[in-house]
């Protein structure tokens, strides 16, 4: 039996990477963690708990977070490296806030589906149990996204 503090323990950090993803910033990302996971003790401590409902929850707490309080809390570029050098550093975030700037491009399901995918290390069929859809969709939609994604980081259409 996988209880939540174990699912936490062993997928936590793809589920803050896949949080982080789709906010872009690291307080809310983490405070959206901190509601799934207080959500998933309320509603299944005691019960076998899987990655694929820990996503879930998280999804859906991030999907309240965006109703309560708009759209996107914006890039988070107030966190720097202190143990890299600056130049090193600054070219870490420039990157990390493109690729960021280029997801907010995506619909809403294509940025979803492509931050389960690289931030939660979930498989297709996972994906699709959670988005309500067949695993093959899921393959095209993440396929789709990432051309879309490529297109934008090459373009150099962007700021």
């Known amino acids: 039996m996988h209880t939540i503090a174990h699912i936490v323990e062993e997928h936590g950090g793809r589920l803050f990477a896949y949080l982080l ?14 509601e799934s996971v207080t959500r ?6 005691g019960r076998e708990v ?4 820990l996503f879930t929850v998280a999804r859906n707490a991030f999907i309240d977070h965006v109703r309560k309080n708009g759209r996107y809390a914006g890039l988070d570029d107030d966190h720097p490296d202190p143990a ?3 130049e090193h550093a600054a070219i870490v975030k420039d990157g ?12 809403d399901e294509e940025r979803d589906i492509l931050s389960m995918v690289a931030g939660g290390g979930l498989s297709y069929g996972e994906i699709a149990g959670i988005m309500s859809m067949s695993a093959g969709n899921v393959k095209v939609k993440v396929h789709r996204a990432r051309l879309k994604l ?6 150099g259409n962007h700021e």
Do not use: W
């Not at 998933?40 to 401590?45: A, I, L, Q, V």
């Not at 899987?50 to 409902?53: A, D, F, G, I």
């Open 40 to 45: 998933c003790m309320e509603r299944y401590e």
């Open 150 to 155: 490529k297109e934008y980081l090459e373009g």
């Open 84 to 86: 890299a050098d600056q």
């Open 96 to 107: 990390f806030l493109n690729v960021l700037r280029g997801l907010q491009t995506l619909s």
């Open 50 to 53: 899987s990655p694929s409902l």
């Open 21 to 34: 993803r789709l906010t872009g910033n690291q307080d809310t990302a983490h405070d959206i963690l901190q």
